[in-house]
């Protein structure tokens, strides 16, 4: 078979990473991420499990060697397992790594599958240890299923990495204790400025925690040591000489960091983002469900290079503004 071209956009980055939604649907409802009354998409307008696996191929058959399946919350995707065995047959064929974003109140029956058919690593969402904190964030009641979560991860063997969103007067005075007890159990931990996607009901004003106040915070008590460590992702690693562990931050407010960008966003209702922080968008579905699907895709992924924007522009500057990007995070794909 002749090799298709690969994926390189306009300012000659090479895309090799895909983020793929299967699901706008979560069994939490984060404060920084949705609103409590979330309207979901209707399922004629999700891709099935046939086209998800169709559009992955595709992407892979253009030298996409990195799928994170995200959602919403993926896990609650009935059916999901059976793509990713799908998915699963591709590595070492094209793709080198599978893996996903969980918020892990499922993790616990899954887990072991997860590890059998070839995910190796997982990154969990979560923003304290404290279950009153959590309620109050999530408002839900799960802390418990996600820390069994966390315990199936790694007795089925995954490598866990902790994302956690900074939030002021929030989980601010938890981070050192998150840390310590991701970097206590081997876990690596990631730290992330919020991002203003979508209205919700609390102003992102009063979210916001910049990371480098956050980190000049913890090197009143820690050593922080840069390393040349890379994941494909937009983190800056350090590694903490006291607690041995990584420590990563993702700051797309007060550090800027596109200019490595290797990846694109594909929605559950089939429309590729080519930037996080930009609107513009491109209907994979119809390409899907049209008649020659295989060459109205190659047509619109090309197309996709050509409009991939340099880099997003987020700001949160003032109460009351309107969020950069209107589309809530659980409908692009964490």
């Keep these: 078979m002749m090799l298709k071209k690969p994926l390189i956009d306009s300012f000659n980055r090479t895309i090799s990473y895909l983020r793929l939604s299967v699901t706008d649907r979560c069994d939490l409802r984060c404060t920084y ?20 696996d169709q559009l992955a191929t595709a992407f892979i058959d253009r030298g996409v060697k990195k799928i994170r399946i ?13 793509l990713l065995r799908r998915l699963s047959g591709r590595l070492g064929n094209g793709l080198e790594e599978l893996t ?5 109140t499922q993790l616990s029956k899954y887990a072991k599958e997860l590890a059998e058919i070839g995910v190796k690593r997982i990154n969990i969402s979560l923003d304290t240890l ?6 109050m964030l999530t408002r839900r009641r799960k802390l418990s299923d996600v820390l069994k979560g966390v315990d199936a991860a790694q007795e089925a063997g995954l490598k866990l990495k902790i994302n956690t969103v900074a939030l002021k007067e929030t989980n601010e005075d938890e981070i050192p204790s998150l840390i310590s007890w991701a970097h206590g159990r081997g876990m690596d931990l990631t730290l992330i400025e919020v991002m203003p996607l979508g209205e919700v009901e609390e102003d992102r004003v009063d979210q916001y925690l910049p990371l480098t106040a956050v980190r000049d915070s913890l090197e009143q008590d820690w050593t922080l040591e840069p ?27 007060t550090n800027n960091f596109c200019t490595g960008c290797n990846r694109v966003r594909v929605t559950c209702t089939g429309q590729i983002y080519m930037c996080l922080g930009h609107s513009d968008q491109l209907d994979l579905r119809a390409a899907l469900r049209g008649p020659e699907p295989a060459s109205a895709l190659d047509e ?29 995070m659980s409908v692009t794909g964490g």
């Excluded at 404290?130 to 309620?135: H, K, L, P, R, Y």
């Design 227 to 253: 390393i040349d460590y890379q994941t494909g992702g937009p983190a800056r690693y350090v590694r903490i000489s006291e607690t041995g562990g990584i420590l990563g931050f993702i700051s797309p407010l």
């Design 33 to 52: 991420c949705m609103s409590e009354k979330m309207t979901f998409l209707p399922k004629r307008d999700v891709l099935s499990l046939e086209e998800l």
């Design 300 to 328: 619109l992924l090309d197309t996709a290079m050509l409009n991939k924007p340099e880099r997003h522009h987020f700001n949160i500057s003032s109460r009351g503004a309107a969020p950069s990007v209107s589309r809530h």
């Design 130 to 135: 404290n279950d009153q904190t959590f309620e």
């Design 100 to 104: 996903l974003t969980t918020n892990a």
């Design 70 to 82: 995200s959602g919403g919350e993926p896990l609650v995707r009935r059916d999901l397992m059976s």
